[in-house]
């Protein structure tokens, strides 16, 4: 049991979208707000704060995870990615330019989470079915026409099926 009082910071060094990074957190500081907050690495969003909506997510050593329900010091020595860490050299990742063209894009503020895990199915190398990927939109809330165009745009970026007939 450490003996810092919650004013005592803790030195937290991780990498972020490949990039080394050390700094201090508050022992009870969540990992969605040390990454927006201290590392302004805003993509990230915060909604409910309790690990249902899903808009935080994030890639935890590989694995999504919601980042409002661990602290910051838990992931000192991990490898995290965000939605800043999607997109390469200035191209999008496969699944930002399926979102793009399936219009799985709508207000936009549960898509960087929606994004991190479709990123952790897409990387299991695995092809899922339509039913494993309403599964994994089942932790992520989004408020605003309905997941038709989120699901298209996984199964594209899967190599599963097209948008609509006749896309390329």
């Keep these: ?6 004013e005592q910071k803790m030195n937290v060094s991780l990498s ?3 990039r080394e990074v050390e700094a ?3 022992p009870r500081k969540l ?15 915060v909604g409910c704060e309790h690990g249902v909506c899903g808009s935080c997510t994030v890639l935890y050593n590989g694995a999504a995870v919601r980042s409002c329900l661990m602290f910051a010091v838990q992931a000192n020595g991990s490898d995290i990615q965000t939605i800043e860490g999607l997109a390469k050299n ?12 399936c219009h799985g894009l709508q207000c936009g503020f549960c898509t960087p989470g929606i994004l991190m895990s479709s990123l ?7 092809e899922p079915t339509k ?3 309403k599964e994994m939109l089942s932790g992520h809330l989004c408020r605003c026409t309905g997941y038709t165009g989120i699901i298209a745009a996984i199964e594209r970026a899967c190599g599963i099926k097209k ?3 006749g896309d390329n």
């Design 1 to 6: 049991m450490s003996n810092l009082s919650i």
């Design 16 to 18: 972020i979208n490949g």
């Design 24 to 26: 201090e957190a508050e």
């Design 31 to 45: 990992l969605s707000d040390f990454i927006r907050e201290d590392l302004g690495l805003t993509g990230t969003h």
């Design 90 to 101: 200035g191209e999008q990742h496969v699944l930002q330019q399926s979102f793009t063209e």
């Design 120 to 126: 952790e199915m897409l990387n299991s190398g695995e």
């Design 131 to 133: 039913q494993e990927i």
């Design 163 to 165: 948008c609509k007939e």
